[in-house]
């Protein structure tokens, strides 16, 4: 075998082996493939599966779902949103393009609620309607409990008085002598003045009377409250605000309940009230000096019939809160379970004089 011949068997055997190996590598190439291939189907799989789920959820969402392309049309959106644009539709609304809020429609209540996209925007589409029927439900039934409770209460606050008179009724139809039939007469009267006491205050809590306005200072205020109370004049004093004024009627009904309870809960109790304006705010601060307000009733102290009195109404703070709140005012217990009882007072000034600008500009 000559040189040439050598040459030649040795680049065939090369080739040979370039050929075997291109071919381990083919088939490891295809095996790979094949490896990606099968990857590919189990995550397309996958995909569908979690297209699917999405699909089922966005479907049985409460909530309306929009997607709006770039140029503003719709690219997709759920059944819900398919029922509440339907609807809108048929009352001449289009809900996709609504700005955020409730929309009200025949009937409905829809709350619209845009979320941005990097090519879009996702329009949430929420049905308040039945919702609002079942608050407006639930508004009607706390009524209800409330108008139950607040009859109980007064069935409550005129048997006792009645179970009295009809006592002493019986006592008085039965007895002889002009000064037990006197004395029984006196009790009668009494607890009718109590009932009747009872039903002033219900009608009061029930219609505050605004028919008329009458102003006076704050100082005048305080002595007719003082006076209508019982509580003696050198036992209340004025602190500040003096000269701002504002309806006599209406915070004098408010001061009197605030002061007889302060006496009725200490007979020798004594009273400071300061007055300042300020914003187009008349606020009064009434500080007694008796035993103050349990901390166990600071919650419930302006509800009708709590009281810690023995013949208390409890209608007297629920009172004040109603007339105030007919002024566009409120009260406020400052100091609940302390020595002392002080109380906030705060309304809308009814007479904005030159007193009353004075005292803004220095407040």
């Known amino acids: 075998m000559n040189l040439e011949q050598e040459r030649l068997h040795a680049g065939f055997a090369q080739f040979v082996a370039a050929a075997r190996e291109l071919e381990r590598g083919y088939a490891e190439l295809k095996a790979r493939a094949a490896a990606v291939d099968l990857e590919l189907q189990q995550a397309n799989r996958a995909l569908q599966q979690s297209l699917a789920e999405r699909e089922a959820v966005f479907a049985a969402l409460p909530i309306g779902l929009v997607v709006l392309r770039a140029d503003g049309g719709v690219q997709s959106r759920n059944p819900e949103a398919e029922r509440l644009c339907a609807l809108a539709a048929a009352a001449a609304q289009e809900l996709v393009h609504q700005a955020e809020g409730e929309v009200a429609f025949g009937g409905s209540l829809v709350r619209v609620r845009r979320v941005a996209l990097p090519e879009g925007a996702l329009v949430l589409l929420e049905d308040r309607s039945q919702v609002q029927r079942l608050e407006q439900q639930v508004h009607r039934l706390d009524r209800l409990a409330g108008l139950s409770e607040l009859a109980l209460g007064i069935a409550h606050e005129i048997k006792n008085p009645l179970n009295g008179v009809m006592g002493f009724a019986a006592l008085l139809s039965r007895s002889q002598e002009p000064a037990a039939m006197r004395r029984f007469a006196d009790k009668v009267v009494q607890g009718v003045q109590q009932v009747d006491d009872i039903v002033k205050a219900m009608l009061g809590f029930a219609r505050p009377q605004r028919d008329r306005v009458r102003g006076a200072t704050v100082g005048e205020i305080v002595a007719e ?24 009627d209406a915070l004098t009904r408010v001061l009197v309940n605030l002061f007889r309870n302060a006496v009725e809960a200490a007979p020798a109790a004594r009273l400071e009230v300061s007055a300042t304006a300020n914003a187009g705010r008349l606020e009064l601060l009434v500080q007694d000096d008796g035993p103050g307000v349990p901390a166990e ?23 004040c809160m109603r007339v105030l709140a007919c002024l566009g005012g409120d009260l406020q217990l400052l100091n609940p379970g302390e020595t002392g009882a002080r109380f906030r007072v705060r309304l809308p000034l009814a007479f904005p004089t030159e007193t009353v600008r004075a005292a ?3 407040a």
């Open 225 to 248: 409250a003082a006076q209508g109370a019982g509580v003696p004049a050198v036992r209340v004093r004025v602190l500040a605000g003096r000269e701002l004024r504002h309806d006599a």
């Open 297 to 319: 009733l600071a919650d419930r102290a302006f509800e009708p019939f709590v009281s810690t009195k023995e013949r208390g109404t409890g209608l007297g703070l629920p009172l």
């Open 360 to 362: 803004e500009a220095v």
